[in-house]
């Protein structure tokens, strides 16, 4: 059963919002460009991201230590009333316009934020998590949390809604009312936040949720790390003898974002692999991928990048349609793109290895993964979890321009389905890590959740000192 609550999260004051609006929010740190972080930086001081990723700066002992500066950041935006709670606890809805970087079609996708329980994973759990985990990442943002005792950005989930029910209650929702929150971020996309602080609005939400089982779409690092925290907590207090914690603890929570998956606004983006380093020159690289694929070049010599680049990517598209497995191939210093046709006997062998498998090891990123990389490219696992050999991009434009930057190859992969997300988590297999890119991202800085572990979800919160109110 998915337990989801309300909570008195904080948000930008609206004197903020009115006069900043556009510079406060930020994406989440792992899918910044080092020039997207300068643009977040700059634009103001108080822009979120100067909390969720600050800079690494001359004399610093090491790369985390930025996390002291941003817990006294962050305390003193609380304290100054950058920041301030909502009076009394609430569920956020929140409606993102957007433009489909692929398609160009307007969408907006409806989704709301509270506080969801922290289960185990599992196959029997009733939050399913689909994607495997980056150990750096873990202990990195466990850290971060340690110092701002915060969820800074919430987990993204979908979960399945019959007859469209919830979806429908949102729309509505939305209808009634002028947004309490409305802004437009840097990338130009519309944000449009309503405090849902009625049991009769968010009940319905919260009902269908206890009978439903959520799938984590974004956030699995942030899952485990609020995991990791609540028993890294847990322990200091038992050492210290402290008393015991009330409940409904929102120890036991993780802020979390929920959208129903009919949205037409849940989208999916592939995610592209970027090698950056291999000891192998591109014809060494080449002839160890036709031991398991068939290979085909694009030469943009003549022609130009950007008719063969169209190319490739029709041929991608419907060679996957016919249920082909596919990528192309970005190599450093070629004058060609490469279509990668893995050989069907590959596929089998691979389905032989883990016939129990079928539903994960058939994806292809799974593929990809097991079969290209390992295989043929010789990783090991310990270099597909080191962020200095494989990095990933949901652009081709960018997966590109990175290779032609330096990076030594790019993978380029068609989208994960939503379908295919749903077989491997109901059959209780994870996928590689950074399986999908669910798009737009849910912005930072709409709404945070600080932890103070003796609070209770089940009764009023104390006003605290220095808190504003919204």
Known sequence: MVSFQPFRGFVYHPDEIKRHGTLLTSPPYDVLTDGQREFYYSSHEHNFLHVDLGRVLDGDVDGMAWHERSGRLLKEWLEGGV????????VFLVETSWIHPL????????????LMRLEEPGPDAAVRLHEQTFSFHKMERLDLMLKTQAQLSPIFGFFPDPGNASLNLLYSLAADRLPDIALKDGAGEEHRVYFLTRPEEYGPLTLALSRSTVYIADGHHRYMTTLNYRRELS?????EKA??????SPLDYVMTYLSPMGDPGLCVLPTHRILKTSPYGNDELLRRLGEFADVRLFSHSDGGKGAALETLKEKLQEDSKKGLTVFGLFLNGADYFVFVKVKEKAKEALSLERPEESSLSLLDVSILTNVILKKGLSLTEDRLDDPDCISYV??????LELVEQGARAAFILNPTSLSDILKVTEAGFVMPRKA??????VRNGLVINVVDPYESLSAPAARRAGEGAC
């Open 436 to 441: 999908t890119y669910f798009y737009p991202k």
């Open 394 to 399: 949901s652009e081709t434009a960018e997966a």
């Open 243 to 248: 008393p015991p914690l009330p409940p409904e």
């Open 83 to 90: 920041l301030v709670r909502t009076d009394i606890p609430a």
């Open 103 to 114: 398609t160009g079609e307007p969408l907006t996708r409806h989704g709301f934020i509270g």
């Open 235 to 239: 322990l200091k207090l038992a050492r």
